[in-house]
């Protein structure tokens, strides 16, 4: 059974537990999985040609690859990351099935899948039971972890996770059992047949740019959170572990490069203390609670994160800054 709280909140396993510690010895050998190498290595050269194809491209083609990019990004923000991995907020029954199609175009595991990864990748962060642990270097938190088979102990942890809420919940079932086919319509059929069928974009086109190269550029982005963000950027909130904040990687990420508030206080709906600024997804999230079609978003109280700043952060937050939103 998943846990509630006195104030009815899920608890998520998503805490960071330092009481794990990394077995001692040589670490086992990397395995590298070939065919996700030339998988990734072809899309990534699709996505590159689909670059030089931009300028013969429509301009309600550009305008379709750009909601495609939205709507994709969303389904893994919005989505799989602050609704069920975190259960930051709540979702009714249109909007999870809104936010799982736009998971399968952004084609990124299913949703149970990715969200089991990263309630340990929180759990366990930057130890060998982080799936994309940022201290094994860039390449490797960026896109080297699904190049490899996993370390034993991401598993071993993993299987451990507390995971009743997602198999409860009948859209992440649904997705998880037809993912393979959602991913073929809403990652590549929808994105090449619409410009096509509706404004006589040529077939080539529409398959290089809106379905392959925005398939690329929202995979990057979101694996920018995963290296940069652990890398680059101010530590306002706890100094003591490497996730930062890092706007560069907000910007692409329609809201998700404030990394080390996101890691202080992963029960925060919006990932920052800054409501709207760079953050489409918060944007997004608040404007279906307008609707009715979300609600019970989680917060931290503006007083819990001055007081975490002022005890662990590095000094860079500007104190009683004003948050909005
Ligand atoms: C992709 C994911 O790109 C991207 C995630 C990004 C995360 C970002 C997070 C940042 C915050 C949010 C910001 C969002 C910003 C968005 C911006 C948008 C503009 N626990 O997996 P296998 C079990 S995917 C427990 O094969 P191997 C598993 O169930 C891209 N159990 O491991 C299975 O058991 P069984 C497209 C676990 O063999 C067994 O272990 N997809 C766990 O080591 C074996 O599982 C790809 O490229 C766990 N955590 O292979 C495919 N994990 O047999 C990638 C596994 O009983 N995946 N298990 O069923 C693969 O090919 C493989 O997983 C592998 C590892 C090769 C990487
Ligand atoms: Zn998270
Ligand atoms: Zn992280």
């Given at each position: 059974?998943?846990?509630?709280?006195?104030?009815?909140?899920?608890?998520?396993?998503?805490?960071?537990?330092?009481?794990?510690?990394?077995?001692?010895?040589?670490?086992?050998?990397?395995?590298?999985?070939?065919?996700?190498?030339?998988?990734?290595?072809?899309?990534?050269?699709?996505?590159?040609?689909?670059?030089?194809?931009?300028?013969?491209?429509?301009?309600?083609?550009?305008?379709?690859?750009?909601?495609?990019?939205?709507?994709?990004?969303?389904?893994?923000?919005?989505?799989?990351?602050?609704?069920?991995?975190?259960?930051?907020?709540?979702?009714?029954?249109?909007?999870?099935?809104?936010?799982?199609?736009?998971?399968?175009?952004?084609?990124?595991?299913?949703?149970?899948?990715?969200?089991?990864?990263?309630?340990?990748?929180?759990?366990?962060?930057?130890?060998?039971?982080?799936?994309?642990?940022?201290?094994?270097?860039?390449?490797?938190?960026?896109?080297?972890?699904?190049?490899?088979?996993?370390?034993?102990?991401?598993?071993?942890?993993?299987?451990?996770?507390?995971?009743?809420?997602?198999?409860?919940?009948?859209?992440?079932?649904?997705?998880?059992?037809?993912?393979?086919?959602?991913?073929?319509?809403?990652?590549?059929?929808?994105?090449?047949?619409?410009?096509?069928?509706?404004?006589?974009?040529?077939?080539?086109?529409?398959?290089?740019?809106?379905?392959?190269?925005?398939?690329?550029?929202?995979?990057?982005?979101?694996?920018?959170?995963?290296?940069?963000?652990?890398?680059?950027?101010?530590?306002?909130?706890?100094?003591?572990?490497?996730?930062?904040?890092?706007?560069?990687?907000?910007?692409?990420?329609?809201?998700e490069g404030f990394h080390n508030y996101h890691h202080t206080f992963p029960y925060d709906y919006s990932t920052s203390e800054f409501g709207w600024k760079l953050n489409f997804t918060s944007c997004f999230i608040d404007t279906m609670c307008f609707l009715g079609l979300a609600s019970d978003c989680k917060r931290a109280a503006r007083s819990v994160v001055q007081a975490r700043a002022q005890r662990t952060g590095d000094g860079s937050k500007k104190p009683g800054i004003q948050r909005s939103g």
């Amino acid at each position: 059974m998943t846990e509630t709280t006195s104030l009815g909140h899920t608890m998520v396993d998503d805490e960071f537990d330092d009481c794990y510690k990394e077995k001692a010895g040589p670490k086992p050998p990397m395995r590298i999985v070939w065919r996700n190498v030339v998988l990734m290595a072809l899309l990534h050269i699709g996505a590159l040609y689909g670059i030089l194809l931009v300028p013969s491209a429509s301009p309600l083609t550009l305008l379709w690859t750009w909601a495609c990019f939205l709507f994709s990004a969303l389904g893994i923000t919005a989505g799989v990351h602050r609704l069920w991995s975190h259960r930051s907020y709540k979702a009714t029954l249109p909007l999870r099935l809104f936010l799982a199609l736009g998971n399968s175009m952004a084609f990124q595991n299913d949703i149970y899948e990715w969200a089991r990864d990263h309630r340990v990748h929180h759990k366990f962060s930057e130890t060998d039971a982080d799936p994309h642990n940022a201290t094994r270097g860039f390449f490797f938190s960026h896109i080297g972890w699904l190049l490899v088979r996993k370390h034993p102990d991401v598993i071993e942890k993993g299987s451990k996770l507390e995971l009743s809420d997602l198999k409860a919940d009948k859209v992440v079932m649904f997705q998880r059992r037809f993912y393979k086919s959602s991913v073929l319509l809403m990652c590549f059929a929808v994105p090449t047949v619409v410009p096509w069928l509706f404004w006589g974009e040529s077939l080539w086109v529409s398959y290089f740019v809106p379905a392959l190269l925005r398939y690329a550029v929202v995979l990057n982005a979101s694996w920018l959170v995963n290296s940069a963000a652990h890398m680059w950027g101010n530590r306002p909130y706890d100094a003591n572990i490497n996730p930062r904040e890092n706007r560069f990687v907000t910007l692409g990420a329609i809201g998700e490069g404030f990394h080390n508030y996101h890691h202080t206080f992963p029960y925060d709906y919006s990932t920052s203390e800054f409501g709207w600024k760079l953050n489409f997804t918060s944007c997004f999230i608040d404007t279906m609670c307008f609707l009715g079609l979300a609600s019970d978003c989680k917060r931290a109280a503006r007083s819990v994160v001055q007081a975490r700043a002022q005890r662990t952060g590095d000094g860079s937050k500007k104190p009683g800054i004003q948050r909005s939103g």
